[in-house]
Nanobody
Framework: EVRLVESGGGSVEPGGSLRLSCAAS????????MTWVRQAPGRGLEWVSS???????SYSEILKGRIAISRDNIKATLYLQLDSLTTEDTAMYFC?????????RGQGTQVTVLG
């Protein structure tokens, strides 16, 4: 069974940082591209970032320069570093197996930027 468990969310002041993690199990993590998406209150899913099996990242133009995606294939864990957070970053962040069109995702971790 595929399991994706996100963690690391929380409440931060504007300008703060968070590092999100996604622990994966039930599939060959090293053979799968991985993606982060987010959903703000009242909005649809928004693609944030993806990383290929050979660690090539891609980023949303809106967030580029403030985020960094990485993966540890030994630990089967995906990461997302979020810096210079603004209230516009308040959302539930989901880890996705594959690319943004995949429906295989975790339960999410909430990021709230106070304002």
């Amino acid at each position: 069974e595929v399991r994706l468990v996100e963690s690391g969310g929380g409440s931060v002041e504007p300008g703060g940082s968070l590092r999100l993690s996604c622990a994966a199990s039930g599939f060959a993590f090293e053979n799968s591209a991985m993606t982060w998406v987010r959903q703000a209150p009242g909005r649809g899913l928004e693609w944030v970032s993806s990383i290929t099996t050979d660690h090539r990242p891609s980023y949303s133009e809106i967030l580029k320069g403030r985020i960094a995606i990485s993966r540890d294939n030994i630990k089967a864990t995906l990461y997302l570093q979020l810096d210079s957070l603004t209230t516009e970053d308040t959302a539930m962040y989901f880890c996705v197996k594959g690319f943004a069109d995949s429906e295989v995702r975790g339960q999410g971790t909430q990021v709230t930027v106070l304002g």
